[in-house]
Structure formats: C-alpha cells, structure tokens
C-alpha cells in the first residue's frame, strides 16, 4: 500500500470502500449494475451530462460565422475539445471525486436553456433504452443555425481499474453550409481508485470527420504516457484520406491550455489557443421543480437526491426502490398491452445517411444492439410536444 493510500477516504468509509475495491474486480458489462457506497453516491442522473455538450454556448456557434470550410472545421475541432473538461472533470475539479451517477429510467428527460450572447441554446436529453442503457440528446441555436445530436451507452470492464468504452457518436451540423460532423465519443478509465480519490483520464483517440472533406484526428494520454502530463492530448487535422497532410496540430491539456498551430509540427505558426480554466461556463437554466413534467429527471429523482444529500441510505434506496417497482410495472403493461414505450422526442432508425456517408472514413461501427438502436432526433415529435405545451393553458380554461 502507497502512503498515499486511502487518503481521501474517511477513517468510517474505508471498509466499505476496500469491499467495493475487491467487488469491482470482478466487474465487467453494464455500469448500472455496479454498487458502489453510499458516500460515493451522486444525485445527478447520467441525462444530465448530455449539458456539458454546451456549457460554452459562443464556442458551440463559433463555427457558423466562418466562412471559409477549413476553418469553420477548425472551429468545431476547438468546440468539441473545450467541451472534454466539461464532460470529464467538471465533477472532480481539485482532487478526484468522482461519484456514480444516478442509472436513468427510460424516457427521464433532462430539459433546459442556456441565455447568453450566443442566443438561446436550447437542451433535450432523454433515456431512450433502458436494457442497455443509452441517453440521446439534442441541442440546438436557431440564432446561428447550429445542431449537435448525438447518443451514448457505456461498457465497462476492469484490469486494474474501471475501463469505460463509450459506444454512440454525435452529429454537429450547420444546415446554411450544409454540412455535416461526424464525431466519435473517447474511452476513458478511472484514475486514484485505490486512493479513494476517482477521476476520469482519457485514451485511445476520437474523430471528427466532415462533409465537406475535413478530419480532425485527436489522441489521448495521461500522467507517464506521451507528455507525462494528465488529460493530454494531441490532435491533427487533415483532409480526410490525407492524414499525412496535417493543416494543423492542437497540443495541450484538456483541463488547462492548448495551442492550435498550422501544419503538422509543435513549431508551427500559432493560430489560436484556449484557456480551460479562465474560459467562462453559462450556467444551464432549467424550470423550477414544481413546473418541471414528471418524467423531468430533477423532480422524478428529487426525494432519492434528498436522502443522499442527508446520507440517510435506507430513505435512498426506499425511493430508488419505488421508482423502479413503477419502471418494471410500466414495462409489464406495455408487454400485456403488445406496446413499446413511446420516446417523447426520438425515433430508432434502421439506417442512417450520416453513417452512411462518414462513419467509413473514420471506421466507425454503430453497434445498435449495444444502445438499444440508432437514435435520431424526431422534429415532428418535439413540435407535437411544443404544440401541446402552446395548447394546454387554454384547455385548462375550459
Ligand atoms: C463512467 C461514468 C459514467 C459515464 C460518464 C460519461 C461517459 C457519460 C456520457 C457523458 O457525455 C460523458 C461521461 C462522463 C463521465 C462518465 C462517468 C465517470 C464515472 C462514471 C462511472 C459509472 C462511476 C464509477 C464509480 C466510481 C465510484 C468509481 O467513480
């Protein structure tokens, strides 16, 4: 045992926490069914990571208002990395801290805006498969005419710690150009395991692959890898097919500095650099409980978030209970009733154009029967939705 050992870790928690270290050796398969103590249970439902897509809404839009194709794809590689630190640290900024998610039920939505100099952007997350599990999102500025929508599953596995293959992809887009991104989404694993103090490195690489002919290549490492650094990086960026005809390089950190520099090597001339940690978030806005439907994650999980806010454990898992007595009840009725759970805002497609068109240049399998299909967002489903919401106060009149 290291000196550091245990260190994060209450004298009253380290049994459980030793239990939970021996548990997870033999893990492998669905995150959901991973039991993990109670102190380090979080309240914030897995629908509620597809925000971090966003946090920086002006980033998100950049690329709209470039005119030039290699550039705007430039754009979008800088969006895409400033949004790592979002995703993958902002949980555990100052030591780890990571906790485990709350396992969404099928149709929880997450909901919400962000009001900024970038407009409206505007958030919807919603559980679409349940056995596995797997969120899709959507997030849109009409202002600028930018989409992302995306799905995610995870696998997990162990050697020596928690390993996480992410499966899904997200598809940014900018109709006035017609153009279209395919993006890959990074494995991680988990770091200070064994210190109690869990935290999220990536690795292996991801793509962001465009239709207008544009692939940006970005490679992970961490602490004693390449830079000997944590949250390192190295991405490239090419016309596609042509990976040794690097336009540019972005070296750094993805929770601190990066340089974009032309050409393929560290020397070359600076284009442009980012600041993780000055780099202001808007703060996502989401409807006051009361307001919120009832498949909205806050209020379903609100009374589970309170018994783990009070650490009383046996209130906890008495309300997780009812919410999945209630879930098993739903599907029950659905099975008599020869019906499947209507998801509010996707469709499950059985083929898609996207993919169709750019997954082979970053050799990107879908792997549906990993999260429950290929999801799309459904335009004519969310205008039901706003429809009804624009009826109802006059219904209640009546
Ligand atoms: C692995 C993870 C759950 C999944 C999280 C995902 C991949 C979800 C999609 C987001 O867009 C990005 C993202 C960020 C973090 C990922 C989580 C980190 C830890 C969590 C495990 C289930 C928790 C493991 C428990 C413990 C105690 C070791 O931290």
Redesign the pocket.
């Known amino acids: 045992m290291s000196s550091n050992e245990g260190a994060a870790i209450s004298a009253q928690n380290r049994g459980s926490w030793s239990a939970f270290l021996k548990s997870i050796a033999s893990f492998s398969g669905d995150?959901s069914s991973?039991t993990?103590p109670p102190f380090?249970l979080s309240s914030t439902s897995?629908t509620e990571?597809?925000s971090?897509w966003a946090e920086h809404p002006s980033l998100f839009v950049a690329p709209a208002k470039e005119k030039d194709p290699e550039k705007r794809a430039l754009l979008v590689l800088k969006w895409f990395l400033s949004t790592l630190k979002q995703?993958?640290a902002s949980r555990s900024e100052q030591f780890g801290n990571?906790?485990?998610?709350l396992n969404p039920f099928l149709g929880e939505l997450f909901l919400g805006k962000w009001v900024d100099s970038a407009g409206t952007t505007e958030l919807i997350s919603e559980q679409v498969s349940h056995h596995p599990p797997a969120t899709a999102y959507h997030i849109s500025n009409e202002q600028h005419g930018v989409y992302l929508e995306g799905y995610?599953a995870?696998k997990a596995s162990f050697s020596r710690t928690?390993h996480?293959k992410?499966i899904g992809h997200a598809v940014f887009r900018i109709p006035a150009y017609d153009e279209t991104y395919l993006i890959t989404l990074p494995n991680?694993h988990?770091e200070g395991?064994i210190f109690g103090s869990?935290f999220?490195e990536l690795n292996d690489k991801t793509y962001i692959t465009s239709s207008s002919g544009f692939t940006a290549k970005i490679d992970y490492s961490g602490k004693g890898w390449l830079s000997g650094k944590k949250n390192s990086f190295v991405a490239t960026m090419y016309p596609t097919g042509k990976e040794k005809d690097t336009l540019y390089t972005v070296t750094g950190q993805w929770t601190k500095t990066f340089e974009i520099r032309e050409g393929s090597s560290k020397h070359g001339a600076l284009v442009d650099q980012y600041d993780a940690e000055t780099t202001p978030t808007t703060p996502l806005i989401v409807a006051p409980i009361e307001e919120q439907d009832p498949l909205e994650s806050r209020r379903a999980w609100s009374k589970v978030a309170e018994g783990i806010a009070r650490g009383d454990m046996d209130y906890t898992s008495a309300e997780k209970t009812k919410i999945e007595v209630a879930q098993r009840e739903l599907r029950q009725q659905e099975k008599a009733e020869g019906r499947v759970w209507e998801r509010r805002y996707f469709t499950c497609v059985d083929s898609d154009p996207v993919l169709n068109q750019l997954a082979p240049a970053i050799q990107l399998n879908p792997e549906p029967d990993k999260t429950g299909g290929i999801w799309r967002f459904d335009n004519k489903k969310a205008e039901a939705v706003k429809a009804k919401k624009k009826v109802a106060p006059v219904e209640e009149l009546k």
């Open positions: 995150l991973l993990a380090i897995l990571f597809s971090y995703q993958y990571e906790k485990k998610p995610n995870q928690i996480v992410q991680l988990i395991l869990p999220v």
